[in-house]
């Protein structure tokens, strides 16, 4: 039985897992562990994912490994399979993490940033099976693109192809990426909690007692699960902050939709969880931007793989790199 090995490193969580495709096409995680990550010991941290590996197949009986898919926050090399210096593993600097997995396995190990290997998972096993040009977008910690092109990755010249949410989408607003007013500050869980705290802001120094403020206690305290748990019951403000999230998504969207002419765009997390409070407003902006022609072809789509994309992710990750191998 031909298995894959997928890597997930994460700022908080690293996960060792083994998958198959099974013969319905779809990709099926066999086993998994999860770790703790020790963001100050990379080569400890390595150590204990390879153990995990070897734990794992060690347990299972006539299997052959495909290949290892590495999936990681960049910014990173995926041609040369280094992580170079992601902001949330401050000490992961220029780790040759293919390196490490090729010489233990002795298989093809792609390294891929989190975006693109979702990208690569909802294209093949999820909502993105059929398309030729297709788009994932992370809307979560952070905002940002993983990008299919003719049915092939797209990566650009350094990795950092899909980027969209470092575009500024206002002068002024929550900062995400290190920018005010980018998409990323509009458009990810932080982001949201910024636009709560300067409504809160606001409508208290014009002396009122906003019921987010009440619920979270103090203002460093609001956060997005709080303000959609409020905008659900209905409260105004709450709703008035997704709205806002909403347009600037679908401004975003429109850019990539009519840049790209893509025929479907996933998006997860927070997206997938609010769909509800977001599209309404997000699909105004896009009706009103986009190319008519483009607007009717392109599917907006919540993710299908959920909450188990990270997982499918390094996975569907091992499996693509170890098609294009094959291929030279």
Wanted: net charge negative; hydrophobic share 40%; charged share 20%.
């Amino acid at each position: 039985m031909m298995i894959f090995a997928g890597i997930d490193i994460g700022g908080t969580k690293c996960a060792a897992c083994i998958g198959k495709e099974a013969e319905n096409g779809e990709l099926q995680i066999l086993s998994k562990e999860k770790f703790d990550t020790l963001t100050d010991q990379p080569d400890h941290m390595i150590a204990i994912l390879q153990n995990s590996l070897h734990k794992q197949f060690s347990e299972m009986n006539n299997v052959s490994l495909g290949g290892i898919g590495i999936s990681c926050g960049g910014p990173l090399s995926s041609k040369t399979g280094t992580i170079l210096a992601p902001p949330n593993l401050p000490l992961w600097d220029n780790i040759p993490i293919t390196e490490h997995f090729e010489s233990e396995f002795k298989v093809h190990t792609t390294l891929q940033n989190d975006a693109n290997a979702c990208a690569i998972a909802e294209w093949k096993y999820g909502s993105g099976k059929g398309t030729n040009n297709f788009a994932f977008l992370t809307f979560g910690t952070g905002f940002g693109a993983g990008l299919i092109l003719n049915s092939q990755l797209y990566c650009g010249s350094n990795d950092m192809a899909g980027e969209i949410g470092h575009i500024r989408a206002e002068q002024d607003g929550p900062i995400g990426y290190r920018k005010q007013g980018s998409f990323e500050g509009f458009c990810s869980g932080g982001g949201i909690a910024q636009i709560g705290q300067m409504m809160v802001i606001r409508e208290t120094a014009a002396g009122n007692n906003p019921r987010l403020l009440t619920e979270c206690g103090n203002i460093r305290s609001i956060n997005a699960k709080a303000i959609a748990d409020l905008a659900e019951q209905g409260d105004s403000l709450c709703r008035e902050i997704y709205r806002i999230s909403g347009e600037k998504l679908g401004k975003a969207l429109s850019i990539m939709v009519d840049l790209l002419d893509l025929d479907a765009i996933s998006i997860g997390s927070i997206f997938t969880r609010s769909y509800n409070l977001l599209w309404d407003s997000c699909n105004k902006v896009m009706e009103q931007e986009c190319l008519s022609i483009n607007y009717r072809h392109c599917r907006i789509v919540t993710s299908a793989l959920g909450d188990k994309v990270g997982d499918i992710a390094a996975l569907a990750a091992a499996a693509y790199g170890a098609a294009k191998q094959s291929q030279f």
